[in-house]
C-alpha cells in the first residue's frame, strides 16, 4: 500500500466529499473516486457511508484514518530529516580532538556547534599522535581537530590555525625565573618527548627547533599525550617543548616560557577520510574555520 492511496483517503475523510478533496487536490474527481474504490478493495471492506449530507468513515475507516494519520506523520518526519541530514544540520557526528587542544578550543567551538546544529547529535573523542590516524582512518571519529595534521593518501585537511611551541618546566626550576629561555640552555637537560609519526606534519618540530640551535638534550621519557608530559615535568623528571595551548587547564606547579628567538609553531587542522564526508562534516568545518581562525 502506497503512501499516496493513503493521501487520498486522508484527505476525502477530512473532507467528508470526494469532489471538494479533489479540488484540494488540484485533480479529477474521477480519478480520486478510483482511487479510493482501488483501496476498498485491497481491504476488502467498505472505508465509507454515503450519505446525503457527505462521506462518514465506516467503522473500518475509522480504524484505518488514526494509523495512517500517524503514517503519514512519520513518513514526513523521515523526508524532513533526510533533507536536514543532506543540508548538513542533522545526523550523528564523532568529533575527535587532541588532549592539548581540549581545554582551549572546545570551550569556544562547542557552543557555536550546539547554536548552529541543534538537529545533530555530537560526541566527543579524545585522541592522541599514536591513536589519531587509526581513528580518522577506521572513520571512528568522523573529522578530528588534530595537531599536527595527519598527512595520509585520502585523508582531507583544512587548517585552523597554528600553536607556537614553549617550554614547560616546574614552577622551582632555574628556568621558571626567566621571562623567555634560549633554546641553547636546554643543552644536556633532559627532555620529556612527546611522540612523532611519520604520517604527521611537524612530526620533526622539536628535532629541527633543536638541530637549528645545535642543542643535543637527553631524552628521559617519551610519552603520548602532553597530559603526561606535564605530570612528568610536574614530578621534576624534565623539561616538555609542548604548544602553547597546554598552559590551559594545566596543573599548579608547571609554568610556560616562550623561547627566545624562536618562532617554532605546530600546525593545527581539522582531518576527515576524504571518501567519508557528509554534508554534516562539511558543516562541522565551515564552524570551525569561522571560530577558531
Not at 24 to 44: C, D, F, N, T, W
Not at 90 to 96: D, K
Not at 247 to 256: D, M
Request: with cysteine.
Amino acid at each position: 500500500m502506497d503512501l499516496k492511496g493513503l493521501h487520498y483517503f486522508v484527505e476525502v475523510a477530512d473532507a467528508r466529499s470526494v469532489g471538494k478533496a479533489a479540488l484540494r487536490l488540484h485533480m479529477a474527481q474521477p480519478p480520486l473516486s478510483v482511487q479510493i474504490r482501488k483501496l476498498e478493495s485491497r481491504l476488502g471492506t467498505a472505508l465509507f457511508r454515503r450519505a446525503s449530507d457527505g462521506m462518514h468513515l465506516s467503522d473500518a475507516g475509522q480504524a484505518l484514518y488514526a494509523r495512517a494519520k500517524e503514517a503519514l506523520a512519520l513518513a514526513e518526519d523521515g523526508f524532513a530529516a533526510a533533507r536536514a541530514v543532506a543540508a548538513g544540520s542533522r545526523g550523528h557526528l564523532v568529533i575527535g580532538y587532541m588532549f592539548a587542544l581540549g581545554y582551549s578550543v572546545l570551550p569556544r567551538l562547542v557552543p557555536q556547534l550546539r547554536h548552529r546544529l541543534p538537529g545533530a547529535e555530537l560526541q566527543f573523542v579524545e585522541m592522541s599522535v599514536p591513536t589519531y590516524g587509526a581513528l580518522l582512518w577506521d572513520v571512528k571519529v568522523n573529522v578530528g581537530l588534530c595537531m599536527p595534521p595527519l598527512l595520509r593518501e585520502g585523508v582531507e585537511t583544512v587548517p585552523l590555525g597554528r600553536e607556537p611551541m614553549v617550554l614547560a618546566v616546574p614552577a622551582g626550576s632555574r628556568l621558571a625565573h626567566q621571562r623567555t629561555v634560549a633554546v641553547e640552555k636546554l643543552q644536556g637537560e633532559a627532555l620529556i618527548s612527546l611522540p612523532v609519526t611519520p604520517q604527521s606534519e611537524g612530526a620533526s618540530t622539536v628535532t629541527s627547533l633543536l638541530a637549528r640551535h645545535g642543542v643535543q638534550a637527553r631524552t628521559a621519557h617519551r610519552v603520548e599525550t602532553v597530559h603526561s608530559a606535564l605530570a612528568l615535568v610536574l614530578a621534576g623528571e624534565g623539561y616538555a617543548i609542548v604548544p602553547a595551548c597546554a598552559a590551559v587547564g594545566s596543573p599548579r606547579g608547571v609554568v610556560f616560557r616562550p623561547l627566545k628567538n624562536e618562532d617554532a609553531s605546530l600546525p593545527v587542522a581539522a582531518c576527515w577520510r576524504r571518501d567519508a564526508e557528509t554534508p554534516l562534516v562539511r558543516r562541522f568545518v565551515r564552524i570551525a574555520q569561522e571560530t577558531l581562525q
